[in-house]
């Protein structure tokens, strides 16, 4: 393996990111984040519904339900 200075490396690095890294669109970006933050929201209304059940079972199981 070939020692590279750290300047050269870094002008690799650079080089690299702007050529062969695809760059999201502002729309892709925005689209992509929008999707993210509804699975977020769905999955905790999933789980909270999901507790509740578990809660309410287990009251009942060792029967401490109203």
Known sequence: MA???????????????IKKVTWPTPREAGVTTLTVFTMIVLMALFFFVIDQIFAEVIQLILGLGG
């Open 3 to 17: 020692k590279v200075s750290p300047a050269e490396y870094v002008r690799q690095v650079r080089l690299e990111a």
